[in-house]
């Protein structure tokens, strides 16, 4: 029997609905998915694994030996709760900070002038009107309409830049100081006691593993 032979007799995959790491995990040597596979032992317990599947094919082309499958779940375990610890703790930061009376009085200031530009651009708006109404019925002549009407213009110009700027400035502050959906999605994780897939997916897209223990 050749030694990929014996190796392959010794690992087999894993094929079952209980592994939560399924397809994220990934050889950081050779950028191959590792596999998962369970181990016979004595007395009918098992070790899951993960293993490099070019390592088992060609030893030489990957130096990534494996690792336990229980150890991989309890160092992912931890970081994902530390993630979350301190999630938590920024939120309770921006919630301070947005009661603070120096982020009121900014915001209120922000909704000040954007409601004054709204009414500055209705009130250019109306005086338009009047001039063409006014145009109309003969009471100004076109010399005097047309600079009536470019002088708003430019001031009506003016508003729509203003006001721009100013929601521009709101929706920067409001995304500074305020929790965002996920961050609250994420908090129903708190008092999770194991490694699920949710968790999984909530938090990792993939897992790089090194053959000197680098995650």
Request: charged letters at 35%.
């Amino acid at each position: 029997r050749s030694n990929y032979g014996k190796k392959r007799a010794l690992y087999r995959k894993l094929r079952d609905n209980t592994n939560v790491l399924g397809g994220k995990v990934v050889c950081g040597e050779c950028n191959k998915k590792l596999r998962r596979v369970v181990r016979s032992q004595k007395k009918n317990k098992k070790l899951y694994s993960f293993v490099c599947p070019i390592k088992y094919k060609i030893p030489t082309e990957c130096s990534f030996k494996g690792i336990e499958e229980e150890l991989l779940k309890d160092i992912i375990f931890k970081s994902i709760k530390m993630q979350i610890s301190s999630m938590v703790k920024i939120e309770e930061t921006l919630k301070t900070a947005m009661d603070s009376p120096e982020v009121k009085k900014e915001a209120y200031a922000l909704t000040n002038k954007i409601s004054e530009t709204l009414s500055n651009i209705a009130y250019i708006k109306e005086g338009r009107v009047r001039a063409t109404m006014d145009f109309s019925r003969k009471l100004l002549n076109e010399e005097e309409y047309e600079a009536i009407r470019k002088q708003f213009d430019i001031e009506l110009q003016g508003e729509i830049e203003r006001l721009s700027q100013y929601e521009e400035e709101r929706n920067k502050f409001s995304k500074l100081f305020s929790v965002d959906k996920w961050v609250a999605d994420l908090k129903k994780f708190v008092n999770v006691k194991k490694l699920t897939p949710e968790l999984i997916d909530a938090f990792i897209d993939c897992i790089k593993l090194y053959d000197d223990k680098r995650i």
